[in-house]
T-cell receptor
Framework: GAVVSQHPSWVICKSGTSVKIECRSL??????MFWYRQFPKQSLMLMAT?????????EQGVEKDKFLINHASLTLSTLTVTSAHPEDSSFYIC??????????????FGAGSRLTVL | AQSVTQPDIHITVSEGASLELRCNYS??????LFWYVQSPGQGLQLLLK??????LVQGIKGFEAEFKRSQSSFNLRKPSVHWSDAAEYFC????????????FGTGTKLQVIP
């Protein structure tokens, strides 16, 4: 079945630094990837949608310059949290969807990446 | 805009007892509905989904859900809960594309007592 891998699964960084989180589709080509953020004891909030080769579409209230999303290939999307601050500490989860033709038109979630900013 | 309501924030059941987690949705067209489970510190695992057809959907781990259009509900059920079922459960609805924007409910935390 479709598998999505996220790396790192846990990252701790100092305030002011940038952190990159990778989301890879291991056995299918992901035409669309989604990035979600989950605050403690809360639900998942969609941050942005990215289609391979085009700019990401951000949800209202999400800072584009803060959360840089790149979807340069059909198997990789990256989320970079720039100049991270403690309030950016959260659980970030990606999901990926393949094309109907490829038979991978199933939304598959990664295991998530927990970011802690000191 | 689509939305999902999970009225129960926290549910406690005894091991072996039956379980029903409630989910109500709001969507203008035919909804695509999902139930996901999340163990502490983990990602999401799809339990089951409904797109069309039989309104009673079977999923993994012995779970099932029933789509009731008249009640705008998609409740999750399990006849006999196991201790390993303790987790957070999220109901979700996707827009007409089926795999486009997914909106999640606030989740229901399930506690299983011996």
């Amino acid at each position: 079945g479709a598998v999505v891998s996220q790396h790192p699964s846990w990252v701790i960084c100092k305030s002011g630094t940038s952190v990159k989180i990778e989301c890879r589709s291991l056995d299918f080509q992901a035409t669309t990837m989604f990035w979600y953020r989950q605050f403690p004891k809360q639900s998942l909030m969609l941050m942005a949608t990215s289609n391979e080769g085009s700019k990401a579409t951000y949800e209202q209230g999400v800072e584009k310059d803060k959360f840089l999303i790149n979807h340069a290939s059909l198997t990789l999307s990256t989320l970079t949290v720039t100049s991270a601050h403690p309030e950016d500490s959260s659980f970030y989860i990606c999901s990926a969807r393949g094309s109907i033709i490829s038979g991978a038109n199933v939304l598959t979630f990664g295991a998530g990446s927990r970011l802690t900013v000191l | 805009a689509q939305s999902v309501t999970q009225p129960d924030i926290h549910i406690t059941v005894s091991e072996g007892a039956s379980l029903e987690l409630r989910c109500n949705y709001s969507y203008g067209a035919t909804p695509y509905l999902f139930w996901y489970v999340q163990s502490p510190g983990q990602g999401l695992q799809l339990l089951l989904k409904y797109f069309s057809g039989d309104t009673l959907v079977q999923g993994i781990k012995g779970f099932e859900a029933e789509f009731k259009r008249s009640q705008s509900s998609f409740n999750l059920r399990k006849p006999s809960v196991h201790w390993s079922d303790a987790a957070e459960y999220f109901c979700a609805v996707a827009d007409s594309g089926g795999y486009q924007k997914v909106t999640f409910g606030t989740g229901t935390k399930l506690q299983v007592i011996p």
